[in-house]
């Protein structure tokens, strides 16, 4: 997942502030706060790029599977834990809190988190669950200070952040450590709902759009402004993207950069309005460019499924 994790923990929590009478800012600056909160875990990835130090080629390929084979030795594990999530979500809270004991419990915390992570799993565990909480940690404090949310606010949108994202990555790659650091694994790979890899690829797509527009639709269902102010017919230029079946190797999880970053950049027809060549409002950028490219996704799948 790109960005799903943080607009379904973004649209799950605006909404239901939304929907138990708190005003708009007020949802919306939770929302975005459980958001940041949900970005937390891909913090791992920081150890991802050392891969690249060991490639003696100039081969592209190669260094993005050096990059996700460097990845592998700690994404999805400690940081993607729903055992740790509360504890952590209690930490990133009550580091932003007013009294100075509250302070020194989230440091104990903090403390005890990195070290448990070390003693069970080693120094590069350890190493990146100290990263973790101080990514954590600093979104709190700037939720507290930028948004204005207190100490139950922020365990509530930590919580929801931190609990909602392993989920999203349950179709790519290696599924997450949902028990870490219990001996117990949820699942030993990730689910193939379809016997075509292609396919596999496409419906985890597809879950990325879906989660993508769940966000869309709670910032403007919370905001009041109607989506189609900012939907520009445009967006229907994605539908020339299936032609990309008939060229490009088909992907799979295990090989989509071609896929995904031509797919991706269909969503440029968002960003420049072609009658008097000014850059559009971020809203109608970000919906037309969205509408783009689920337009070029469905036309890919239907063309591929035809051939």
């Avoid at 081969?59 to 504890?87: I, M």
């Avoid at 003693?119 to 190493?127: D, E, N, R």
């Avoid at 031509?262 to 971020?282: H, I």
């Amino acid at each position: 997942m790109f960005v799903g994790h943080e607009t379904i923990a973004f649209a799950l929590v605006a909404l239901a502030a939304v929907r138990y009478g708190l005003g708009r800012k007020r949802a919306l600056a939770l929302g975005v706060a459980a958001g940041c909160f949900a970005a937390v875990p891909d913090v791992d990835m920081a150890y991802a790029p050392l891969g690249l130090l060991t490639v003696q080629s100039a081969d592209a390929l190669a260094a993005a599977n050096a990059f996700w084979g460097a990845s592998t030795e700690v994404h999805r594990a400690v940081t993607h834990s729903l055992v740790v999530a509360p504890f952590a979500a209690a930490v990133f809270a009550l580091t932003a809190a007013r009294r100075r004991r509250e302070r020194a419990l989230a440091g104990l915390g903090a403390l005890a988190l990195s070290v448990g992570a070390l003693a069970v799993s080693g120094v590069l565990a350890g190493a990146v669950m100290a990263l973790y909480v101080l990514a954590g940690i600093a979104v709190a404090l700037v939720a507290a200070s930028r948004l204005e949310l207190g100490s139950r606010a922020l365990a509530a949108t930590a919580l929801v952040g931190l609990l909602t994202h392993p989920f999203g990555d349950l179709l790519t790659g290696t599924p997450p450590d949902f028990l870490y650091p219990l001996p117990w694994h949820l699942l030993a790979a990730r689910p193939a709902p379809f016997a075509d890899p292609t396919l596999d690829l496409l419906a985890a797509f597809a879950l990325e759009l879906a989660c993508l527009w769940a966000g869309v639709y709670a910032y403007h269902r919370v905001s009041g402004a109607p989506i189609r102010e900012h939907l520009h017919g445009r967006a229907a230029a994605g539908a020339a993207y299936a032609l990309a079946a008939l060229v490009i190797t088909p992907p799979t999880l295990d090989v989509s950069y071609h896929f995904v970053f031509s797919v991706v950049a269909v969503g440029t027809v968002g960003v420049v309005e072609p009658t008097n060549r000014r850059l559009p409002d971020l809203p109608s950028a970000a919906v037309t460019g969205l509408a783009a490219v689920t337009v070029a996704g469905v036309g890919y799948t239907l063309a591929y499924l035809l051939l």
